[in-house]
C-alpha cells in the first residue's frame, strides 16, 4: 500500500466491517417499479435502523449505486432527483438520505465491483467483512456478493434488508448466497457491530505481539551470528 494511507484523506476510517448499500437511492421509475416499492419500503425502514446503528458504532457505510444510466451525472444529483421529483422511490430515498460521512461508488453494471472503485476503497478502509443491502436481492445484490466472496469477503446479507420484486426471488437469491457464498443471513437487528470491532482489536493485538516476538527472535539471532563470528576471527588469532 502507498504512503497515502488514506487516500489523501478522503478514506480516513478503519474497520474490519462496512455496510454496502446497493441502489437504495432508485427513483424506481421502471416497469415492476411499483411492485418492487412495496417489498423495498419495509426493507428499507430495516436498512435505515441498521445504518443508525453503525453510524453510533463507527462502522463505514457505502452507497454503491447505478447510475441509471445518466452518464453526465453524478451521485448528488441522482440524490437530488430522488428526493425532489415526483418519482416512485421518493419514499425509499428520505430514508436513507446520504449524509456527509458516508462514502458513494457510482457503478456501470449489477455489481458494485465491476470497473468501480469499490475494492480499492475497502482496501483502504481495512474492511474484511461486508454487510451487503440493498435492492434487487436477485440481481445487483447478488452480483456484488458473488464478486466479494470471489475476493474473499466475508459476508452478511441480512434477510430482512433486500428485496425483490417477487417475495420467492428474494428467497431464492437468499438461499444461494447463505448456500454457495457461505453468507450469514441473519437478521439485522442480530448484528453486533460493537462484536466486530472488538474481534478486530483483538486481532490488532495478536498481530503485533506475535510482530514482536519474531524482531525479538530475529534480534537474538543476528546476535548469535555476530558472537559466532567474533569467535571464529579471535580462533584464528
Known sequence: MSGNNDLHGNAPDQSEIAIILIDVINDLEFEEGEKLLKRALPAAKNIARLKERARRANVPIIYVND?????????????????????RGRPIAKLLVPDEKDYFVLKPKHSGFFSTTLELLLQYLGVRTLVIAGFAGN?????????????????????????????????????????????????????????????????????????????????????????????????RS
Open 67 to 87: 447510475n441509471f444510466g445518466r452518464w453526465r451525472s453524478d451521485f448528488k444529483k441522482i440524490v437530488h432527483h430522488c428526493l425532489e421529483d415526483d418519482v
Open 139 to 235: 440481481n445487483c445484490v447478488l452480483f456484488t456478493a458473488n464478486d466479494a466472496y470471489m475476493r474473499d469477503y466475508q459476508l452478511l446479507i441480512p434477510t430482512d434488508c433486500t428485496a425483490s420484486n417477487e417475495l420467492s426471488d428474494n428467497e431464492n437469491a437468499l438461499r444461494q448466497m447463505e448456500q454457495v457464498l457461505k453468507a450469514d443471513t441473519r437478521p439485522s437487528s442480530e448484528i453486533d457491530f460493537n462484536a466486530y470491532h472488538e474481534e478486530s482489536g483483538a486481532k490488532a493485538h495478536a498481530a503485533r505481539r506475535n510482530g514482536m516476538k519474531q524482531l525479538n527472535r530475529n534480534g537474538r539471532y543476528k546476535k548469535k551470528r555476530i558472537n559466532a563470528g567474533t569467535r571464529k576471527r579471535g580462533s
